[in-house]
């Protein structure tokens, strides 16, 4: 059963019972907190650059208006 759909319900299940109903919401939580880099909003000037860059080659088509 394991790699299943069913399987997975089944840990789940078992997840929650030994260690509460809120276990997926704490594990999620604790690796939101454990994150030191802090992504693009540490450097806005390179976000600003990368966003800048994405917009450039935007996959989109053009319209002609």
């Known amino acids: 059963m394991a790699g299943t ?3 997975g319900q089944a ?3 078992t997840n929650k ?3 509460g109903a809120d276990f ?6 604790k ?3 454990l994150g030191r880099t802090g992504g693009f909003f540490a450097n806005r ?3 600003r650059a990368a966003g800048a860059k994405g917009g450039r080659i935007s996959r989109r088509t053009k319209t002609i208006a």
Do not use: E, V
């Open 31 to 33: 690796g939101g907190k």
């Open 5 to 7: 759909k069913q399987g």
């Open 24 to 29: 997926y919401a704490k594990i999620g939580s």
């Open 11 to 13: 840990a789940a299940a």
């Open 17 to 19: 019972k030994k260690y």
């Open 45 to 47: 000037d390179l976000a």
